[in-house]
């Protein structure tokens, strides 16, 4: 079982920047995929961010190109989402998933940290 926990999060002004990390414990983080998603009220669970477990190969949502960075430390069993130059529309909840790529079907969520972008 792999338990993951959200951290980093909190209140910050336009163009302003956040470093967010995904703690894991239990299981080998080099075995999942860890991917970011973020939810704003109203709104469905939405796909920020994404790292491979074999390569470390990243991708990223349109809207963050240029200005979000995910990494991982599967030493430390932690990864981080970079923000910079954040926007409004960037306020949302962010949640740590993680998947297995030999098990299908182990997949982790976090409890989520709340980001909020305002003046």
């Known amino acids: 079982q792999v338990q993951l926990v959200e951290s980093g999060g909190g209140l910050v002004q336009p163009g302003g920047s956040l470093r967010l990390s995904c703690a894991a414990s239990g299981g080998t983080l080099s075995m999942y995929h860890v991917y970011w998603y973020r939810q704003a009220p109203g709104r469905e669970r939405e796909l920020v961010a994404s790292?491979?477990?074999?390569?470390?190969?990243?991708n990223y949502a349109d809207s963050v190109k240029g200005r979000f960075a995910i990494s991982r430390d599967n030493a430390k069993k932690t990864v981080h989402l970079q923000m910079n130059s954040l926007k409004p529309e960037d306020t949302a909840v962010y949640y740590c998933h993680a998947v297995n790529r030999y098990i299908i079907g182990e997949k982790y969520w976090g409890q989520g940290t709340q980001v909020t972008v305002s003046s």
């Open positions: 790292i491979r477990s074999s390569d470390g190969d990243t």
